[in-house]
């Protein structure tokens, strides 16, 4: 390195790494490096390293820092995971360097380090096993729509970790296309934790290609980007045809709107205005294509607490994303490390701090040890192929893996052939041909265009109306929130355990939730008590999915397993005369009464029931039940029925005989 060195910072960088590898005593300095999709530039950091409790620790003044964020930092929504201890670090940049890609692939060692692989830590027939229980018994017993359920991909590195991990970072610039951020992260544990004074462990130490942003914020715009739905590419690279296949296959079309739903979820949490979607676009990387859309809101939070409130993406958790974990936790028997979370930039900017933040998939974590470990999974639902799913997991696996050399690399057809060094190969099917973009629009015509549309309220409809929304364990009721507030009503959303008023608002709606209600447990018979409250009140209720079931137990009515479940699907539906497409996320149904039923009822509804005896909705004075998730994207005429719903609630409470709006029997 001379004084003149343009890039000086890599440079030593790459010294150190390299005088580390050859002496043991020889320390390499943290570091990390970054490139951001569209920018021909490497982005080079090193500085303090410091290790936190919670995000909103992370230490924000004048310079960029850099946060590895584990997967158990979901503990701090309260939702369980098996927690292995691997710590929030954080890289404080004291210096920051913009190197051209060209001169970073000059520089970056492009020797390929000694490995050992091993393979998945578990044989396909094992991985299928685990499939056909989780649609089984999770999504067959009612606890969720799908499920993101993982494998790790296993090696020995023989070689200084540092060092591989910038000839990886090489390999991956040069061999991997499409990717979000292409990193490498090297933060050595600090002498003591910042914030909590207990000795540091291991080293972080992170290289990958990761397809997808979680969340960015800047200038108080926040941004999420959900990808879903795989194509895994021939043996002879992808074809226009295949893509063509894969656009209008159900389950994968499925999988993309379940996933948007739940991050709709989220920004419905994050931006008072809600969330915009656009696409769906393509995602094409070395041996897969996804298919994604962007989702836009604005947002005032500061970009730590936005962080926690999101933990995690649907895409690597499933929905809800709660009873996801839980899910996660009985089926995967290992800690996940840092696969699912996030690697999260923050800066400075004029008044205040940005954040980009990509999701830690097709990422590989390296130990002091020199195990190596790729972590993938597959997104579960309700007619998932067992065998399908557990080749995707290595589909997702093979990119990283063969950028490391632990794989390997597919053959590169003529059409494809091109310069290693660009990292990204002709293509042979875009987005503007015309088939293709005539397949990807059509996904949108079944969906609401509530979210497609700018969130800002306009509607008075049912101005000054205060509204409480009970949410048991599912974040639909932030949507239902959003959709109530764009008409004009001042909500609040309170989860189930904490609801101790039920009485003072003009309207209370009861929200959905996972689970069987047959099954007595603490939330089910929370709900069940505070329904009862509210309908001995005589003021107007609705109530949807979980509640709306449960309200049928109150009516006399038999809840019961549907003969297939309805886990994000659209179905057009009458209720009470009115024709409406409208999505379902339930695997049990209330079904039509019997004269035997009679000794049971405790409550007296009109039910409205589809051609299969599944009561989709019920109404009495004063009361509204709804089966299906109205607020949904799935659901093109959700809006129009939650305003008739929620109009017909509040028109008739209090005008059944005796100024009840419901007959209800004391228990």
Same mark, same amino acid.
């Given at each position: 390195?001379?004084?003149?060195?343009?890039?000086?910072?890599?440079?030593?960088?790459?010294?150190?790494?390299?005088?580390?590898?050859?002496?043991?005593?020889?320390?390499?300095?943290?570091?990390?490096?970054?490139?951001?999709?569209?920018?021909?530039?490497?982005?080079?950091?090193?500085?303090?390293?410091?290790?936190?409790?919670?995000?909103?620790?992370?230490?924000?003044?004048?310079?960029?820092?850099?946060?590895?964020?584990?997967?158990?930092?979901?503990?701090?929504?309260?939702?369980?995971?098996?927690?292995?201890?691997?710590?929030?670090?954080?890289?404080?940049?004291?210096?920051?360097?913009?190197?051209?890609? &060209?001169?970073?692939?000059?520089?970056?060692?492009?020797?390929?380090?000694?490995?050992?692989?091993?393979?998945?830590?578990?044989?396909?027939?094992?991985?299928?096993?685990?499939?056909?229980?989780?649609?089984?018994?999770?999504?067959?017993?009612?606890?969720?729509?799908?499920?993101?359920?993982?494998?790790?991909?296993?090696?020995?590195?023989?070689?200084?970790?540092?060092?591989?991990?910038?000839?990886?970072?090489? &390999?991956?610039?040069?061999?991997?296309?499409? %990717?979000?951020?292409?990193?490498?992260?090297?933060?050595?544990?600090?002498?003591?934790?910042?914030?909590?004074?207990?000795?540091? /462990?291991?080293?972080?130490?992170?290289?990958?290609?990761?397809?997808?942003?979680?969340?960015?914020?800047?200038?108080?715009?926040?941004?999420?980007?959900?990808?879903?739905?795989?194509?895994?590419?021939?043996?002879?690279?992808?074809?226009?045809? &295949?893509?063509?296949?894969?656009?209008?296959?159900?389950?994968?079309?499925?999988?993309?709107?379940?996933?948007?739903?739940?991050?709709?979820?989220?920004?419905?949490?994050?931006?008072?205005?809600?969330? *915009?979607?656009?696409?769906?676009?393509?995602?094409?990387?070395?041996?897969?294509?996804?298919?994604?859309?962007?989702?836009?809101?604005?947002?005032?939070?500061?970009?730590?607490?936005?962080?926690? *409130?999101?933990?995690? /993406?649907?895409?690597?958790?499933?929905?809800?994303?709660?009873?996801?974990?839980?899910?996660?936790?009985?089926?995967?028997?290992?800690?996940?490390?840092?696969?699912?979370?996030?690697?999260?930039?923050?800066?400075?900017?004029?008044?205040?701090?940005?954040?980009? &933040?990509?999701?830690?998939?097709?990422?590989?974590?390296?130990?002091?040890?020199?195990?190596?470990?790729?972590?993938?999974?597959?997104?579960?639902? *309700?007619?998932?192929?067992?065998?399908?799913?557990?080749?995707?997991?290595?589909?997702?696996?093979?990119?990283?893996?063969?950028?490391?050399?632990?794989?390997?690399?597919?053959?590169?057809?003529?059409?494809?052939?091109?310069?290693?060094?660009?990292?990204?190969?002709?293509?042979?099917?875009?987005?503007?041909?015309?088939?293709?973009?005539? %397949?990807?629009?059509?996904?949108?015509?079944?969906? /609401?265009?509530?979210?497609?549309?700018?969130?800002?309220?306009?509607?008075?409809?049912?101005?000054?109306?205060?509204?409480?929304?009970?949410?048991?364990?599912?974040?639909?009721?932030?949507?239902? /929130?959003?959709?109530?507030?764009?008409?004009?009503?001042?909500?609040?959303?309170?989860?189930?355990?904490?609801?101790?008023?039920?009485?003072?608002?003009?309207?209370?709606?009861?929200?959905?939730?996972?689970?069987?209600?047959?099954?007595?447990?603490?939330?089910?018979?929370?709900?069940?008590?505070?329904?009862?409250?509210?309908?001995?009140?005589?003021?107007?209720?609705?109530?949807?999915?979980?509640?709306?079931?449960?309200?049928?137990?109150?009516?006399?009515?038999?809840?019961?397993?549907?003969?297939?479940?309805?886990?994000?699907?659209?179905?057009?539906?009458?209720?009470?005369?009115?024709?409406?497409?409208?999505?379902?996320?339930?695997?049990?149904?209330?079904?039509?009464?019997?004269?035997?039923?009679?000794?049971?009822?405790?409550?007296?509804?009109?039910?409205?029931?589809?051609?299969?005896?599944?009561?989709?909705?019920? *109404?009495?004075?004063?009361?509204?039940?709804?089966?299906?998730?109205?607020?949904?994207?799935?659901?093109?005429?959700?809006?129009?029925?939650?305003?008739?719903?929620?109009?017909?609630?509040?028109?008739?409470?209090?005008?059944?005989?005796? %100024?009840?709006?419901?007959?209800?029997?004391?228990?």
């Amino acid at each position: 390195m001379t004084d003149t060195d343009p890039h000086p910072l890599l440079t030593e960088l790459i010294s150190l790494a390299l005088a580390a590898e050859s002496d043991d005593t020889a320390e390499c300095p943290p570091f990390a490096l970054l490139r951001r999709e569209g920018d021909d530039h490497l982005e080079v950091l090193t500085g303090e390293v410091v290790d936190v409790d919670a995000l909103a620790d992370v230490p924000l003044t004048d310079a960029p820092v850099l946060a590895a964020v584990p997967y158990r930092q979901i503990l701090e929504r309260g939702f369980v995971a098996h927690d292995d201890g691997a710590p929030l670090r954080c890289l404080i940049a004291s210096r920051v360097e913009r190197v051209r890609l &060209a001169d970073a692939l000059s520089l970056l060692p492009a020797h390929a380090p000694a490995t050992t692989f091993h393979g998945p830590d578990s044989s396909d027939e094992e991985y299928e096993g685990i499939v056909r229980r989780v649609i089984d018994t999770e999504i067959g017993e009612g606890e969720g729509a799908n499920f993101v359920i993982a494998r790790r991909f296993e090696a020995t590195l023989h070689d200084a970790p540092a060092c591989a991990l910038l000839a990886w970072m090489r &390999a991956l610039l040069t061999g991997e296309n499409g %990717a979000y951020w292409t990193f490498a992260v090297h933060l050595p544990a600090p002498l003591r934790s910042a914030s909590s004074g207990l000795e540091a /462990a291991e080293p972080v130490m992170l290289v990958g290609a990761t397809p997808e942003r979680h969340l960015t914020l800047k200038g108080g715009r926040a941004v999420m980007n959900p990808i879903s739905g795989t194509y895994r590419h021939g043996s002879d690279g992808p074809t226009r045809e &295949a893509l063509l296949d894969f656009l209008v296959d159900p389950k994968e079309t499925d999988e993309l709107f379940m996933v948007v739903d739940e991050e709709l979820k989220l920004m419905s949490s994050l931006c008072p205005t809600g969330g *915009r979607m656009s696409g769906p676009f393509l995602k094409r990387m070395s041996r897969l294509t996804h298919t994604e859309y962007l989702l836009d809101g604005r947002s005032s939070l500061d970009p730590r607490e936005a962080l926690r *409130r999101t933990m995690f /993406a649907p895409t690597v958790t499933g929905s809800p994303m709660e009873n996801a974990c839980r899910v996660i936790a009985r089926h995967e028997t290992r800690p996940r490390g840092y696969y699912s979370g996030v690697i999260a930039l923050f800066e400075p900017e004029d008044d205040g701090w940005s954040l980009d &933040a990509p999701i830690l998939i097709r990422t590989a974590r390296i130990a002091a040890d020199g195990r190596v470990t790729v972590t993938a999974g597959a997104t579960l639902v *309700r007619h998932s192929d067992p065998a399908a799913e557990a080749a995707e997991t290595r589909a997702k696996a093979a990119g990283i893996l063969t950028a490391l050399g632990l794989h390997d690399a597919p053959p590169r057809p003529a059409a494809q052939t091109g310069s290693a060094e660009a990292g990204a190969a002709p293509t042979p099917f875009t987005e503007t041909d015309p088939e293709i973009a005539a %397949a990807l629009q059509r996904r949108n015509n079944a969906l /609401a265009p509530f979210w497609m549309r700018e969130q800002t309220p306009t509607s008075t409809r049912f101005a000054g109306a205060s509204v409480l929304v009970v949410d048991n364990e599912d974040g639909f009721t932030e949507m239902l /929130a959003h959709q109530l507030r764009h008409s004009g009503m001042t909500v609040r959303v309170r989860p189930c355990a904490d609801v101790d008023d039920v009485l003072t608002d003009d309207l209370v709606v009861f929200g959905p939730g996972p689970g069987d209600p047959r099954r007595p447990q603490p939330r089910i018979n929370r709900l069940r008590a505070l329904m009862v409250e509210r309908i001995r009140s005589g003021r107007p209720l609705l109530s949807v999915c979980l509640s709306h079931q449960v309200l049928g137990m109150l009516a006399g009515h038999d809840v019961a397993p549907l003969a297939e479940p309805r886990q994000g699907i659209q179905l057009a539906v009458d209720v009470f005369g009115s024709p409406a497409r409208v999505g379902f996320y339930n695997t049990f149904g209330v079904r039509e009464r019997t004269e035997s039923d009679d000794d049971r009822r405790e409550v007296t509804l009109e039910p409205s029931i589809d051609a299969n005896g599944v009561v989709t909705a019920f *109404r009495a004075p004063g009361i509204a039940s709804v089966q299906a998730h109205l607020e949904s994207v799935l659901s093109p005429d959700g809006e129009r029925m939650l305003s008739a719903l929620i109009e017909h609630a509040l028109a008739t409470a209090g005008t059944a005989a005796g %100024a009840s709006p419901a007959r209800i029997r004391s228990t």
